[in-house]
């Protein structure tokens, strides 16, 4: 997640903490995930319900792709942690609050946090002013990307055990770099023991794109590129399986914004759905 210069946490990391906050407030019954932590960690008041971003019809289908690879982390995380897999690590963890919403996770897990020096000290700042607890199995690693720091040694140092298995989430960050850099993180992941799982989303070309999500697409990438972080990594579903492919994964599962509207949006009566834009892969070692 880039930093603003503030150690406040940037805009696309507020949007989508917001956006979870949100789909509590707006959205019918079932809810996809539970979340208005991160809310209270971006905003100290409601004035947030006025942001043009948080228009419900407008925000509508990325509201809906940011809670249900939200859910999608966290189930897989579940899921691992029935096979003793007791290591979690969030690649630009932004304004998460898994560790905030699963308190009776820390029997079973560690979670890692990675993100830039500034912004992780002003979310320990504000969990304490809000008198969350940081607790033990709770470990914010901060990397300086932008210094070329080592976010693998950062995360050894932080305790991570890369001898044992773990779940890696790494959402909403591929469309920030080149192929190059994204390979890297690949090979980092699929070092790993047997029994881990990364979990990443990737943007689609435009031309992949529903008619209807392209003017939602041109528009956030023109807020991108204001905000100094243009979307430059786009890539079909073959080009990108090809790439987590050549980085050592053994198994590979795309998850369409189809698949995971069937997965947790099936059978809803207020059209909430996936934007089709971004898809996400479940890579296995």
């Known amino acids: 997640m880039a930093d ?56 509508r289908g990325k509201r809906a792709t940011i809670v249900g690879r939200a859910r999608l982390a966290e189930d897989l995380v579940a899921q691992a ?60 690693v901060p990397v300086d990307f932008e210094a070329n720091d080592d976010w693998w040694d950062r995360l050894q140092a932080a305790g991570f055990d890369t001898s044992r298995a773990a779940v890696v989430s790494w959402l909403g960050v591929t469309m920030y770099l080149t192929e190059q850099a994204t390979t890297a993180t690949l090979r980092r992941v699929a070092s790993l023991p047997p029994g881990s799982t990364l979990l990443l989303t990737f943007f689609r070309p435009l031309e992949d794109l529903e008619p209807e999500d392209i003017a939602i697409r041109r528009a956030s990438r023109e807020g991108a590129r204001r905000d100094g972080t243009p979307f430059i990594g786009f890539y079909t579903p073959d ?5 987590v492919r050549q980085a050592g994964f053994a198994a590979v599962e795309h ?28 890579a296995t070692v």
């Open 239 to 243: 080009q990108i399986i090809d790439l």
């Open 81 to 140: 942690a029935t096979r003793s897999v007791d290591q979690y690590v969030i690649l630009g963890a932004g304004l998460d609050t898994y560790a905030q919403r699963h308190p009776d996770m820390g029997e079973k897990i560690t979670v890692f946090e990675i993100d830039q020096p500034e912004t992780q000290a002003w979310k320990r700042n504000r969990l304490i002013e809000l008198r969350y607890d940081i607790p033990k199995w709770l470990r914010l």
């Open 255 to 282: 998850v369409s914004a189809a698949n995971l509207a069937d997965c947790y949006f099936a059978d809803r009566t207020d059209g909430l759905r996936p934007y089709s834009g971004e898809d996400a892969l479940i």
């Open 4 to 59: 603003n210069g503030a150690g406040i946490p940037d805009n696309t990391a507020v949007r989508t903490a917001l956006w979870r906050a949100l789909h509590m407030l707006v959205d019918e019954l079932p809810h996809v995930i539970d979340d208005t932590v991160g809310a209270r960690l971006a905003q100290d008041d409601d004035g947030w319900r006025a942001r043009g971003d948080m228009i419900p019809e407008i925000s």
